[in-house]
């Protein structure tokens, strides 16, 4: 890890997080992030490789399911893409190292199970990002945050579904398959396209203040994982 990068975006985020309350937003942070740390655009449109490792094909039976609901849900052979073309991205930093992308998720109280499944595949957008914007290439450095007050993330437990557990110390494998471990077809294939990661990961939590924590993770390209 590029110690000294991320060091400097988390003390960013500790500056930022500083005049937050429990009822701030996601838009709140990512405001406040780019204003602490300088030199930001925000809300650029992304653009992406294809991935390094193809994903699975949803099967005939999953297809066939969509296709009986009224109104038909439509999904392709070939599955979907979790880095829709009209993706955009959070902040874009212009350091001394070059442009960094980096994704923010923000949750100061538990509402549904999505935000593990959106912060594993904010580090697959990460890995297949080749511009945003005007902006190409990007630095070989990207980061993903994710602020909460929420122990159930850096526990890695119910009702959090297991695939998506962010807890402290978890090793994910290059090759790691992120998809919901439940029965429904849209749930499955569609409405959270599951995909691999590239790269290997280890998620470390830091403290930002009392009851409040920060995953950051530092990302590399999905070329440097097949280098």
Known sequence: MNTGLSDVVF???????????AVADEAAFQAALAAALGHCERELRASFAAPLIPPRRPPQSAIDELARRKPPRVLPGDGIDPCAARAKLDILWHSPAGPVPIELKFCSKWKADTNGYQFLKDLHRLERMIAAGTHRPLAEIRLAAFVTNERVYWRGERPEPQPFWLSEGRQLGGGYWVQY???????????????????????????????????????????????
């Open 11 to 21: 003390d960013a985020i500790l500056r930022a997080t500083s005049g937050l309350d």
């Open 181 to 227: 471990d439940q029965q429904s077809a849209d749930t499955l294939w569609r409405s959270y396209p599951p995909f691999f990661l590239a790269n290997e990961y280890e998620l470390k939590w830091r403290d930002l203040r009392p009851t409040w924590k920060c995953l950051l993770v530092e990302v590399r390209p999905q070329s440097v994982a097949a280098s």
